[in-house]
């Protein structure tokens, strides 16, 4: 939904904004999952290692942008962190139970999501760039991955250990649904708050 916003002809958007490489890929990742996983019934362990690695540089390349490239050495440290996680994620992968190497790339994620948005508001705030935080684009892309990140934190987290307990993983997986729905629902609010070029 949020890439269909993005093509409105009626508006003009700025096509080169950081965010356009992460909202491109939310619109793969739905086509993906539901053709290749509910249609041709493709296992999505693959899906989801893979997509791990592109969300990260997809939402690195978005904050980075977005600090006008201060914190270079937070960055690289934050980049050179995501690739030991990743690494050790994919040691530990198989492709009958990836549910471990899922939770190292989501606690990175998580961390990486905390530090990035603090970093943000920091500036923000340092500077006193934006007087109403409600028409800026930025500050709905920022506030959908911390509620995304923080809320499927513990999800993640957990996970295992709920599924082996059958009776709550239905409801446990209705809290990924509603932070996924919000996500998206700032993602659109986002897009159309965006600048023209």
């Given amino acids: ?12 958007f700025d096509k080169t904004h950081p965010i356009v490489p992460f909202i ?11 053709v290749g996983t509910g249609l041709l019934k493709i296992n999505s362990n693959y899906w989801f290692q893979f997509y791990s690695l592109f969300e990260f540089l997809t939402l690195f390349y978005f904050f980075y942008r977005l600090s006008e490239y201060r914190y270079v050495l937070i960055y690289k440290v934050l980049m050179f962190l995501f690739v030991v996680s ?13 549910f471990i190497s899922l939770t190292i790339n989501k606690i990175f994620m998580t961390c990486f999501i905390f530090i990035a948005v603090y970093l943000w ?9 934006i007087l109403n935080l409600w028409k800026h684009d930025n500050f709905y892309f920022v506030s959908a991955f911390f509620i995304y990140y923080f809320t499927t ?17 239905v409801g446990y997986w209705l809290v990924n649904i509603i932070a996924t729905l919000i996500l998206r629902i700032l993602l659109i609010a986002g897009v159309w708050n965006m600048k023209k070029p």
């Fill in 24 to 34: 491109w890929l939310t619109a793969i990742a739905t086509l993906y999952e539901f």
């Fill in 1 to 12: 939904m949020p890439l269909i916003v993005l093509s409105d002809k009626k508006r003009v």
């Fill in 153 to 169: 934190f513990l999800l993640f987290l957990f996970g295992n250990v709920v599924f082996d307990i059958s009776i709550y993983a």
């Fill in 121 to 129: 508001f920091k500036s923000l705030f340092k500077n006193v760039e």
């Fill in 86 to 98: 990743y690494a050790v994620s994919l040691i530990l992968w198989r492709d009958t139970a990836n």
